[in-house]
């Protein structure tokens, strides 16, 4: 048990570095989840977002002003989608 949580701590030191080296040291952890999303799938939208299992913790509102603060930040972009224009597909700026 000890090994595990050493490790998690661990795990915990790397992603703080990782985060820091990206510019979220500031961000909340809903949008530092958000940006990871976004950042690690194609074709990514709050509803894409919200379907995902790890943000069931997360109130739809919630995911939508992350989006908001990471667009508003110009950190993260919208573009209507071609397929469905009610949608906006987000990705990295």
């Given at each position: 048990m000890a090994k595990a949580v050493s490790r998690l701590f661990q795990l915990r030191k790397a992603l703080d570095e990782c985060e820091?080296?990206?510019?979220?040291?500031g961000y909340s952890e809903v949008e530092k989840a958000v940006f990871s999303y976004i950042s690690?799938?194609?074709?990514?939208?709050i509803t894409s977002i919200k379907n995902d299992p790890y943000f069931s913790k997360y109130s739809l509102s919630t995911i939508k002003r992350a989006v908001l603060f990471l667009t508003s930040n110009e950190v993260v972009k919208a573009e209507q989608?071609?397929?469905?224009?009610?949608?906006?597909?987000?990705?990295?700026?």
């Open positions: 820091k080296e990206f510019g979220l040291a690690s799938n194609a074709n990514a939208t989608s071609s397929l469905d224009k009610r949608e906006m597909i987000l990705t990295l700026q």
